[in-house]
């Protein structure tokens, strides 16, 4: 039986206003989960429940947002298959961690994950240089020596096992919670893709949207959520889906892994506050 949120219309504007807020930012870094999620805890609704009705109602959200990338996700359709199975069962293992273990479990090495991926971010165009050169060394035939992306791309389309792995732990914990979830999704390809920033954003928005779908589909059916916060963040999240691609589509590359950082370091405080 889902819980009702309280009759106040500040209150639901409220939800509504962290609703757009949080759709903007996780189409543009990730991390809107900092928004809405305290709000929610502001109306009264327990932890857990605040936490499902979240998760239920960011899922138009990164729809949208995925939509707003549609431009840079063209010729990505491999990749973005490549990658889905690995979000999904991820996103599905985080969700039924939800629901069986106690949140200090999983909470105790989020800001870890969260700072490892700001570093990635921050050093990820040295780190893939560094990378791409080991790899024009080791490879061997028509891979030897050109070093062009669109080679290393075709042949390692999908990041190769490190980045599977990677994503499989990030796409549990957001399955999970989610809180910079997007973060950790940019840095971890950023590593192992050789691809532009935006393109990277676009698939990044895809696998949020994969990952919260499965893991909604789970809530659906077994934990406890409130209508009427969904209804309200799932509007709200679909307007800020719009706003963030079209901003986050002109941000340039330096500008882009700044707003990533700052997110971070705040979802960073605000996770241990709140842990």
Request: charged share 10%; proline share 4%.
């Amino acid at each position: 039986m889902a819980l009702s949120i309280h009759d106040s219309l500040w209150e639901s504007l409220a939800v509504f206003g962290a609703g757009i807020g949080a759709g903007t930012i996780n189409t543009i870094v990730g991390s809107g989960t900092l928004i809405t999620f305290p709000v929610l805890l502001a109306t009264g609704l327990p932890p857990v429940t605040a936490n499902v009705s979240n998760t239920l109602g960011l899922v138009p959200g990164s729809i949208s947002g995925a939509i707003g990338y549609r431009k840079e996700l063209r010729g990505q359709g491999r990749r973005v298959r490549r990658l889905a199975g690995t979000a999904l069962l991820g996103g599905l293992t985080g969700a039924v961690l939800l629901l069986l273990l106690p949140s200090e479990a999983f909470v105790a090495i989020v800001p870890v994950l969260i700072g490892l991926a700001l570093v990635l971010v921050v050093f990820q165009p040295r780190l893939a240089k560094a990378l791409r050169a080991r790899q024009d060394r080791t490879s061997t035939g028509t891979d030897t020596g050109t070093g062009t992306g669109e080679a290393h791309g075709e042949a390692h389309g999908d990041g190769g096992p490190a980045l599977h792995a990677g994503m499989l732990l990030a796409s549990a914990y957001g399955g999970y919670f989610g809180a910079a979830q997007g973060v950790l999704y940019v840095g971890l390809m950023g590593l192992f893709l050789h691809d532009d920033l935006q393109r990277i954003n676009a698939v990044k928005n895809v696998l949020a949207a994969m990952v919260n779908g499965i893991a909604a589909i789970v809530f659906l059916f077994v934990a406890e959520f409130d209508w009427t916060a969904v209804l309200l963040i799932a509007i709200g999240s679909t307007i800020g889906g719009q706003l963030g691609a079209k901003i986050g589509r002109r941000l340039p590359p330096t500008a882009l892994r700044a707003v990533i950082v700052a997110v971070g370091i705040v979802a960073i405080v605000q996770i241990l506050l709140y842990s």
